[in-house]
């Protein structure tokens, strides 16, 4: 059973630009939550979809979105780029939502921001 | 945002010697979990438990609910190599609709031969 699949591993942007982050979930997951990862704040939660559904957001600006699509697969955008942007952002999959399950995590995608 | 305390904030232990750490909260929460982090890595789930009072073994690992809901323990024992990596808590409340995580702050495992 392949796991959680995020892309790309790693980016490198500009501060102002746009980068979009693309998570796959486990096949059957239908619930996906993004979380960003620094040394700072640690793991913090962005956003939860289920059903292409956000159910649940976290303390992040506007700039940070998502979408989810009919496949489950998900999308997380974060516009006009600044430099604490920079973190591990990963997402999290888990065949369903409203119940405290354990969430599957993929490696991350590693945003740099310059 | 909000990250749960944990501690010891890093461990540095003998190969075979048992390792305890803690999470607490100001919060109630209904479920709490524990991962365990490598480099360049997501966490990967160790142990969930999902009733207060809960004790709940994965090999030589051993996780309680605490009775209060607002903390819980992760206990290893024997370590070996390969458990070095930064192990978190994570707090979990259920709206019925939706539910997130709150991760601790993290322990740093380092296990010298």
């Known amino acids: 059973k392949a796991g959680v699949t995020q892309t790309p591993r790693y980016l490198i942007k500009t501060r102002g630009q746009q980068v979009t982050l693309s998570c796959s979930p486990i096949?059957?997951?239908?619930?996906v939550s993004w979380y960003q990862q620094t040394p700072g704040q640690g793991l913090q939660f962005l956003f939860e979809?289920?059903?292409?559904?956000?159910?649940n957001k976290g303390n992040f600006p506007g700039r940070f979105s998502g979408r989810q699509f009919s496949n489950s697969r998900s999308e997380m955008n974060v516009s006009t780029l600044e430099l604490g942007d920079s973190a591990l952002y990963l997402c999290?999959?888990?065949?369903?939502?409203?119940?405290?399950?354990?969430?599957?995590f993929g490696s991350g995608t590693r945003l740099t921001v310059v | 945002g909000q990250q749960l305390n944990q501690s010891p904030q890093s461990m540095f232990i003998q190969e075979g010697e048992d390792v305890s750490m803690n999470c607490t909260s100001s919060s109630i929460f209904n479920t709490w979990l524990w991962y365990k982090q490598d480099p360049g890595e997501g966490p990967v789930l160790l142990i969930a438990l999902y009733k207060a009072g809960e004790l709940t073994s994965n090999g030589r690992l051993t996780a309680q609910f605490g009775i209060t809901r607002k903390d819980s323990f992760l206990n290893i024992s024997a370590s070996i190599p390969s458990d070095v990596g930064i192990y978190f808590c994570?707090?979990?409340?259920?709206?019925?609709?939706?539910?997130?995580?709150?991760f601790g702050t993290g322990t740093r495992l380092q296990v010298t031969l």
């Open positions: 999290a999959s888990s065949s369903r939502t409203g119940g405290n399950y354990g969430y599957t």
């Open positions: 979809y289920f059903s292409e559904t956000q159910r």
């Open positions: 994570a707090g979990a409340i259920s709206t019925g609709t939706a539910s997130k995580l709150t």
């Open positions: 096949s059957g997951h239908r619930s």
